[in-house]
């Protein structure tokens, strides 16, 4: 069973950083593309960025391009999602998501919140 | 990124069918067989329940039902039952190697 477990979520002042993380279990790892999507409170769902197995292929949306930097390690089986230069849009629930093909969620972690606020 | 364009709310009865649109352009919804749907309930993460525009994953309910006429998806729900209110997203590919979500709509079991 693939599970997706977000970490790394709270509160941060504007212009700050983050690092989300997230553990994958139940599949191997490096052989699938990971993202990123997030959903500001009581919107819809953003798609923000996608990883390649390999790591070796990034895709970012217009919205964080040049703030966020996703990353993996396969050898620990865990993504990430650097956030730099918070804005106060960015306040969302970030979900994990494991890709179907090269950027397509298939399956999803339960998020984890990012609040950003003066 | 413009989202792709669904109406807000659908609404049925028990046992009805209904369908959710999902327009989008030529670089997303119409030129590719990569359109999928979601479902959310309240407080919960999404879940595939389409991909590839009519494919249904492992366990999801022969029910749903999906299909694509340009740049146009839709998503049939048929014998509509109280469990299936929640939040419907669409997604599709897009030409730039990214991916696109639908605006979103709430059905309503009446």
């Known amino acids: 069973e693939v599970q997706l477990v977000e970490s790394g979520g709270g509160l941060v002042h504007p212009g700050g950083s983050l690092r989300l993380s997230c553990g994958a279990s139940?599949?191997?790892?490096?052989?699938?593309?990971m993202g990123w999507v997030r959903q500001a409170p009581g919107k819809g769902l953003e798609w923000i960025s996608a990883i390649r197995g390999s790591g070796g292929s990034v895709n970012y949306a217009d919205s964080v391009k040049g703030r966020f930097t996703i990353s993996r390690d396969n050898s620990k089986n865990t993504l990430y999602l650097q956030m730099n230069s918070l804005r106060v849009e960015d306040t969302a629930l970030y979900y994990c998501t494991k890709v179907r093909g090269t950027v397509s969620p298939n399956d999803w972690g339960q998020g984890t919140l990012v609040t950003v606020s003066s | 990124q413009s989202a792709l364009t669904q109406p807000a709310s659908v609404s049925g009865s028990p046992g009805q069918s209904i369908a959710i649109s999902c327009t989008g352009t030529?670089?997303?919804?119409?030129?590719?067989?990569?359109v999928s749907w979601y479902q959310q309930h309240p407080g919960k993460a999404p879940k595939l329940i389409i991909y590839d525009v009519s494919n249904r994953p492992s366990g999801v309910s022969n029910r749903f039902s999906g299909s694509k006429s340009g740049n146009t998806a839709s998503l049939t729900i048929s014998g509509l039952q109280a469990e299936d209110e929640a939040d419907y997203y669409c997604s599709s590919y897009k030409s730039d190697t990214t991916e696109v979500f639908g605006t979103g709509t709430k059905v309503t079991v009446l």
């Open positions: 139940g599949f191997t790892f490096s052989d699938y593309a």
């Open positions: 030529t670089s997303d919804v119409g030129g590719y067989n990569y």
